[in-house]
Nanobody
Framework: QRQFVESGGGLVQPGGSLRLSCVTA????????VGWFRRAPGKEDEGVSC????????YYRDSVKGRFTISRNYAKNTVFLQMNSLKPEDTGVYYC??????????????????????WGQGTQVTVSS
């Protein structure tokens, strides 16, 4: 059974930083595209960032470009999301996604729940003063 375990969330003031981790269990990431989504109260889930593991090619939604960095540790089957200059609108539950048809070449901001097949339980990020 494919699984993700996310961690690293927390409460941070505006302008602060967090580093999220997503560890896989039950499969290796070699040939996958992996993304981070977020769920905010009263809003639809939205794609935040995506990485093609094999080529280390990365993609971001416009609102996080220049502030967030997605990366992977190939040997440890882990994907990270470094989040800097956090804003209150970044608040939400962040979770990893993937699937056989999940494709980073699809605009991250246009990805939806139907884009992926596997996801984790998420980690809460709260940006507030």
């Amino acid at each position: 059974q494919r699984q993700f375990v996310e961690s690293g969330g927390g409460l941070v003031q505006p302008g602060g930083s967090l580093r999220l981790s997503c560890v896989t269990a039950g499969f290796t990431l070699d040939n996958y595209h992996v993304g981070w989504f977020r769920r905010a109260p009263g809003k639809e889930d939205e794609g935040v960032s995506c990485i093609i593991i094999k080529y280390d090619r990365t993609y971001y939604r416009d609102s996080v470009k220049g502030r967030f960095t997605i990366s992977r540790n190939y040997a440890k089957n882990t994907v990270f999301l470094q989040m800097n200059s956090l804003k209150p609108e970044d608040t939400g539950v962040y979770y990893c996604v993937t699937g056989p048809n999940y494709d980073c070449s699809v605009d991250v901001s246009r990805q939806t729940r139907r884009s992926y097949d596997y996801w984790g339980q998420g980690t809460q990020v709260t940006v507030s003063s």
